[in-house]
Structures are given as C-alpha cells and as structure tokens.
C-alpha cells in the first residue's frame, strides 16, 4: 500500500492558470485586454499594468482609475486509459480500463482596479488585482492517478486476492488559488518621445487543497475483509486537507517610445523568489512532506513584454506584441521547471476602431506556447497549447466617464502522454502497466470594466 502514499503529494501540486499568461501570471488584468488582447503599448489607463512607462502620454493631468469585473469559467477533461491487474495469477495478463475524468474551474467574480495621477512629466500609479491564479479547481471523481495508484496498491497488499470487481473507490479533490498583487510604481517623461517606468508589485499567494481516496469492499465481498492484512473491509482511506501562504517581491521596469504613427512598449518584471508554506489540518498519508510549516518553492517567472502601436487613422490603430515567461528559471517543487522544453511564448495581435465619438470596438488574437513535456504534464498540474479570441466594445458615456465589456475565450491543442509505467503503478515481478492521458481544456471569460477621470 505505500505506493498510494504518493497520492499525497500529487493533490498539493495543482494549479489553476483561470487566465491568459503563463503558470503563475495573469496577463489580463484589464477588461480592455479582453477586448483588444495586445495592449503592450496602451497610453490609456489599464497601461499600469500593460505598459506603465506609457503613462506618460496620458491625455490629461490629474488622477484617473479603472475598474474591471471579471467572470471566468474553465473545464478540465483526462481521458484515462491504462493497464491494471486483474487476477489472483500472477502470471496472467492485464487487463484495460478506460474512463473519463472530467473537473470544473470557475471564478465568479476576478475583481481589479488600476489608478494613475498625472503631474507633467511625471506619472504615480498603482493597481490592486489578482495577478496570478484565481480559480478553484473541482474533480468530483478524483483523478485517473488516483484511481491506478489505488488499485495497483490495493492488488498487491491483497497479494492478489482482491481485484477491481470486488471493491469501489471513492475519490474527490478541490483546490483554490490566487495570487493577490500590489503594484505601485513611477513613470517618468524624458522627452516629447521617450519615457521609463520603475516599480514593484507585493504578491500575496494564498492557495488551499481538499481531497481524499477510499476504497471499500463491496458487500457481496465484505467477508474478505477478515483475511486481509488489516483486517478490514476498508482497503485504503485517506485524506489531506492544507492551505499554503506565501509573499514575495516583483521588481518591474518599463520604457516606451513614441515616434510619429508608432508607439513602442516594452516592459520586465524580474523573477520573484516565492516560497509557500504549508498550514496543515489534516493529513493522514504518512508523508511528512506535507506537515505543517513545510515550505515548496513556487517562483512567479521573470517575464519580458515587447509591443508596437500604428495609428493608420485618427480613429484606427492596431497592435502586436510579444510576451516570453523565463519559465526554467524559476524554481518549482521538485525542480519541475527542468522537464520543460522552453520558457513560453505568446504572441498577440489587436485592432481598435473608434466608430464614432461614443463607440470603439475592437478584436484581439493570441497564440500561446508552453513549451510542454510528458514528464510536466500530471493529472493535477497541466497546460495545453492555445489560441485566444477576444472582442467587445468601449462605450465613451461622457468625456470623463467610459465603460468596457468584452468576451474572450481560449481554444485548446488536446495533449496525449504517454506512459510505460503509468503514474508509477507497475509492482515489482509484475507485468507492466503501461497507459496514456489526453488532456483537455475550455476556457471563457467575460469582463466588464469602468473607466473614469476626474
């Protein structure tokens, strides 16, 4: 039975990216990304955190903020279909088993406000938002490793008298998290084309993970349960439940360039060294690993954005833009970061029409690349190679007061894994349990957003 022990370890690495970006970033903490998507060379006010050295060709002196609400919904989907052993010979051979796991991500409200006071050539900003995260992650039936690691454990503590027609398991797992980021920082105007941008953002992670496995005798077979080592219709029952915490540091710099049509935007948060600490309720795996106070490493990767503006008319502009997250330099549990191929990369392009004076409308594309790995991907942790549409609508009410509203959603590439000894399930002298997963995502998003200057 120690194999099912590592179950343990595996409900503590979720992730739930709810957003666009990398692992641990939100890209779009604006509802006017949402709409136009590249907005790495925006001078309007979700600048603070797209391009915030283009503060300082903001229209106008004085302070102006923005307000955005944003509603996501997200699937996962594992198609399992591995290897289990299935009779008292050990000799024999195995047999397949094939099911469909299926868990739900949602975020009802993912609130953000961004505020700048213009003074001249000088620009103070900030911005509250979750930067990273936002979601809680739900698997009603568990996850298809658990599942194997359950019926291979329970195969060989029952040295085969116990087969899968004989017992049921009982699995689920909810995890939640968010990165809460501060941002504060200073733009400064050098010139009638040239600006710089120096600050920092304050994250906060707070993350939590409930789950259990319980496998038990079928009635028609409770009487087994007295010639086993443990003497119990009870075959496995665990259960873990922890909250992690903690905070760290984003440095960011920025410079943007205005020459004629073109606006240039560049912007590079540094890596943040971010360690989470275990606060642990219940755990009942044996794994010491994840007692309380236990500290992982879970770095926000150094991220670089690189974006150009053309105005082609006063009231038509277009944009593209370039982000990279230096994934492999960023510590993760067990060195994960090293299996990655390479860092990833997004690349995004939008269009803005002012149709009249009250209305702009616009569109926005986005292709992501991970740089993904069979030995990445896990049930609980995985990302899949995208594509992402937004569009939506800016509606100027006042010369002060405007309201955006957009709809973006992310198709996904499936990603098939492929496994020898699938999640660590083959017993020694046994034949090998060999398997795949197809993973799968959906992802929508709706967002509305108010702007306002005093």
């Known amino acids: 039975m120690k194999k099912i022990t590592w179950?343990?370890?595996?409900?503590?690495?979720?992730?739930?990216?709810?957003?666009?970006?990398?692992?641990?970033?939100?890209?779009?903490?604006?509802?006017a990304f949402l709409r136009m998507i590249a907005r790495g060379a925006s001078t309007e006010i979700d600048a603070v955190y797209s391009n915030p050295a283009g503060l300082a060709f903001l229209a106008n002196d004085g302070f102006q903020f923005s307000l955005n609400a944003q509603s996501a919904y997200q699937t996962r989907e594992i198609t399992a279909d591995f290897l289990t052993y299935t009779n008292v010979d050990n000799k024999t051979a195995t047999t397949p088993y094939n099911r469909h796991f299926k868990g739900t991500a949602s975020a009802p409200v993912i609130p953000s406000v961004q505020a700048a006071y213009k003074m001249g050539d000088w620009v103070?900003?900030?911005?509250?938002?979750?930067?990273?995260?936002?979601?809680?992650?739900?698997?009603?039936?568990?996850?298809?490793?658990?599942?194997?690691?359950?019926?291979?454990?329970?195969y060989g503590a029952s040295k085969g008298l116990v087969t899968p027609n004989m017992y049921s398991i009982n699995s689920a797992m909810d995890g939640k998290q968010y990165i809460f980021g501060l941002q504060l920082g200073v733009t400064y105007k050098i010139n009638d084309w040239l600006s710089v941008f120096g600050?920092?953002?304050?994250?906060?992670?707070?993350?939590?993970?409930?789950?259990?496995?319980?496998?038990?005798?079928?009635?028609?077979?409770?009487?087994?349960?007295?010639?086993?080592?443990?003497?119990?219709?009870?075959?496995?029952?665990?259960?873990?439940?922890?909250?992690?915490?903690?905070?760290?540091?984003t440095p960011i710099i920025g410079?943007?360039?205005?020459?004629?049509?073109?606006?240039?935007?560049?912007?590079?948060?540094?890596?943040?060294?971010?360690?989470?600490?275990?606060?642990?309720?219940?755990?009942?795996?044996?794994?010491?690993?994840?007692?309380?106070?236990?500290?992982?490493?879970?770095?926000?990767?150094?991220?670089?954005?690189?974006?150009?503006?053309?105005?082609?008319?006063?009231?038509?502009?277009?944009?593209?833009?370039?982000?990279?997250?230096?994934?492999?330099?960023?510590?993760?549990?067990?060195?994960?970061?090293?299996?990655?191929?390479?860092?990833?990369?997004?690349y995004l392009a939008g269009i803005e029409w002012d149709i009249i004076k009250l209305l702009t409308v616009s569109g926005g594309f986005q292709y992501t690349d991970y740089g993904l790995s069979d030995d990445f991907q896990t049930d609980t942790s995985f990302s899949c190679d995208s594509y992402s549409l937004g569009f939506g609508a800016k509606f100027n009410i006042t010369s002060k007061l405007s309201l955006n509203v957009?709809?973006?959603?992310?198709?996904?590439?499936?990603?098939?894994?492929?496994?020898?000894?699938?999640?660590?399930?083959?017993?020694?002298?046994?034949?090998?349990?060999?398997?795949?997963?197809?993973?799968?995502?959906?992802?929508?998003?709706?967002?509305?957003?108010?702007?306002?200057?005093?």
């Open 199 to 249: 600050g920092g953002r304050m994250n906060y992670v707070s993350a939590g993970y409930k789950g259990h496995v319980k496998a038990d005798l079928n009635s028609d077979y409770a009487w087994m349960g007295a010639l086993l080592p443990s003497g119990s219709t009870t075959l496995v029952d665990m259960a873990l439940d922890v909250d992690q915490t903690g905070w760290g540091i």
């Open 255 to 346: 410079v943007d360039a205005k020459v004629g049509k073109w606006n240039f935007g560049a912007k590079y948060e540094f890596r943040t060294n971010l360690n989470i600490e275990n606060k642990t309720k219940e755990n009942t795996t044996g794994m010491p690993a994840y007692d309380h106070g236990v500290n992982t490493p879970n770095d926000i990767p150094a991220y670089l954005s690189i974006a150009a503006n053309y105005k082609f008319l006063p009231n038509l502009n277009a944009s593209v833009e370039y982000h990279h997250f230096f994934d492999k330099q960023a510590r993760m549990a067990d060195a994960k970061q090293k299996t990655l191929k390479h860092g990833t990369s997004e």
């Open 124 to 154: 103070f900003s900030g911005s509250f938002a979750i930067t990273g995260g936002g979601g809680k992650a739900s698997f009603d039936q568990g996850l298809p490793m658990f599942y194997a690691m359950a019926m291979s454990g329970i």
């Open 7 to 31: 179950i343990a370890i595996l409900m503590l690495i979720v992730s739930i990216p709810t957003f666009a970006g990398g692992y641990l970033t939100n890209t779009n903490q604006n509802v």
């Open 406 to 454: 957009a709809y973006f959603w992310t198709t996904y590439k499936d990603y098939t894994k492929n496994m020898d000894n699938y999640a660590g399930t083959t017993l020694p002298d046994m034949p090998q349990l060999s398997g795949s997963n197809i993973y799968k995502r959906t992802n929508k998003v709706f967002g509305v957003g108010v702007d306002y200057r005093f």
